[in-house]
């Protein structure tokens, strides 16, 4: 028996094995009601009934169904479904999609955080992350940075029980000062011996641990419960609480780089330890 040769079709054609054919490729937004019968005889192709579409080129014998947004998951019509592309959902003004896979095809919507001062603003990808700079940090190119010890102090004794962050003065070293005439004179002249790592390193940090098991790393650190509970009360938002734990890790001595790995290492939390120290050592 002759063996028929499947010859390479051209790109806007498609092997029809049953009428062992190349046959044209319907256009997107239509489907095949017949197949090619020889070569220069086209393919049959209608356009996809309402609430159905086909965003390629094809040979299918029928279009795909339309998804729909779910109104339980707070979702809205960002763009209605046509022949050639289905719904578009997202999210309304102050939410934000919370996904539940990681291309995002399923999520609900979620409250924006409703903050006093904010770091980043909410979008439609990720919520805001609400605070001016914790004590301890200035706030510089859009990034909470480690004051200096002295600096620090220097700060929340200046006398202002403002939520506004410090005014910017001349030099990097007093941005942890507030400015009155003397505050100059409280900064420590010299460079800044670093005690904290800057903020976006903190950051980075969190985001390498797991929600479900911070407590479980800063007990591994040795920051006392009685310090978790009390940062629990004073923050209202996870993220919030997790900066001021770490940061008292680091204050209290509990927190070098080489211990933060050896905690996730003895988690069992290995791969977040290398995905941690590769990130650091690329930088901000």
């Not at 028996?1 to 997107?28: F, G, N, Y």
């Not at 006093?116 to 990720?126: F, I, L, P, Q, V």
Request: glycine share 6%; with cysteine; hydrophobic share 30%.
């Amino acid at each position: 028996k002759r063996q028929v040769t499947r010859p390479t079709c051209a790109a806007d054609q498609l092997w029809h094995s049953t009428e062992r054919l190349c046959c044209q490729k319907c256009p997107a937004g239509r489907f095949m009601t017949a197949p090619c019968t020889s070569r220069g005889h086209n393919t049959t192709c209608e356009s996809c009934p309402p609430g159905t579409y086909l965003s390629f080129q094809n040979l299918e014998r029928k279009c795909r169904k339309c998804s729909e947004c779910h109104a339980q998951a707070s979702q809205l019509v960002l763009k209605n479904c046509t022949e050639t592309s289905d719904i578009e959902c997202g999210c309304g003004a102050g939410h934000f999609r919370q996904c539940t896979d990681p291309a995002c095809r399923d999520f609900t919507c979620q409250d924006c955080n409703k903050c006093k001062g904010t770091r980043h603003n909410c979008s439609a990808k990720e919520d805001a992350q609400c605070g001016i700079c914790q004590p301890g940090f200035y706030l510089e190119g859009g990034e909470c940075r480690a004051c200096a010890l002295g600096l620090a102090q220097a700060r929340q004794t200046a006398g202002s029980s403002s939520l506004a962050p410090p005014q910017p003065l001349l030099l990097r070293r007093v941005l942890c000062c507030q400015a009155p005439a003397d505050a100059l004179s409280r900064c420590p002249a010299g460079p800044l011996p670093g005690v904290l790592p800057q903020g976006s390193q903190l950051y980075d940090i969190i985001s390498a641990v797991p929600v479900r098991r911070w407590r479980e790393f800063m007990r591994v650190l040795e920051l006392p419960d009685g310090e978790i509970e009390v940062v629990e009360l004073e923050f209202a938002h996870v993220r919030d609480q997790q900066y001021e734990m770490l940061k008292r890790c680091y204050q209290q001595k509990k927190a070098a780089p080489e211990s933060i790995f050896a905690a996730l290492e003895r988690m069992e939390l290995a791969g977040c330890a290398e995905e941690l120290r590769q990130r650091l050592q690329r930088g901000p």
